[in-house]
Nanobody, 121 residues
Framework: QVQLVESGGGLAQPGGSLRLSCAAS????????MRWYRQAPGKQRELVAS???????TYAGPVKGRFTISRDNAKNTVDLQMNDLRPEDTAVYYC???????????????WGQGTQVTVSS
């Protein structure tokens, strides 16, 4: 069974920084693209950043230049470094990964439980 577990959310002041981490665990054969999404109250879930092999990254316009996504393939982790945080970054952040489980026959989409990020003075 494959799980994604996020950590690192919390409260930050405008202009501050937070680092989110997501660890994939379980019976994993291979991991493809890894992504961070966020969902603010009353809004649809939106893609924040993605990273594929080897270091192919993409960012949503509002976070470009402020957020950095990275991954450690040996540890099956993906991080999101968030700098210069703004109140509009407040949301629940979700980790997402496309994973081929050892016991599976195809790639599957997995989600973490989400971690709250609040930016407020």
């Amino acid at each position: 069974q494959v799980q994604l577990v996020e950590s690192g959310g919390g409260l930050a002041q405008p202009g501050g920084s937070l680092r989110l981490s997501c660890a994939a665990s379980g019976s994993i054969y291979n991991i493809g693209v890894m992504r961070w999404y966020r969902q603010a109250p009353g809004k649809q879930r939106e893609l924040v950043a993605s990273i594929n092999h080897p270091v192919d990254t993409t960012y949503a316009g509002p976070v470009k230049g402020r957020f950095t996504i990275s991954r450690d393939n040996a540890k099956n982790t993906v991080d999101l470094q968030m700098n210069d945080l703004r109140p509009e970054d407040t949301a629940v952040y979700y980790c997402n990964a496309v994973i081929f489980p050892r016991t599976g026959i195809t790639w599957n989409d997995y989600w973490g439980q989400g971690t709250q990020v609040t930016v407020s003075s």
